[in-house]
C-alpha cells in the first residue's frame, strides 16, 4: 500500500532529480521515495545504536584505558 505526500524542492534539486530519473528510467516519485526510506533506515539504525550505547556507558560498561591504547596501538602498526 502506498499514500501520497506532497514535498517541496528548489528549482535546481528538482531539475536534478528529473535528470536522474531520466538516466535512471524511474519516476521521480520513485527516487524520492527510495530516497526517504533509506535516509528513515539510516536514522533508525543510528539512533538504535546510540541508545545501545548509552544504555551500555549507564550500566559502567566502557573499555579499559589499557584496552584502548592496545586497539590504537594495533590500527597504528597496521597503518604504517
Request: proline content about 0%.
Amino acid at each position: 500500500m502506498s499514500t501520497t505526500m506532497t514535498i517541496r524542492f528548489d528549482e535546481e534539486t528538482r531539475l536534478r532529480l528529473d535528470q536522474l530519473a531520466g538516466a535512471m528510467q524511474r519516476s521521480r516519485s520513485y527516487l524520492a521515495g527510495e530516497a526517504i526510506r533509506e535516509f528513515i533506515e539510516l536514522n533508525e539504525w543510528q539512533i538504535g545504536e546510540i541508545r545501545q550505547a548509552t544504555e551500555e556507558a549507564d550500566r559502567g560498561e566502557f573499555a579499559a584505558n589499557m584496552e584502548v591504547k592496545e586497539f590504537f596501538a594495533h590500527w597504528r602498526s597496521r597503518a604504517s
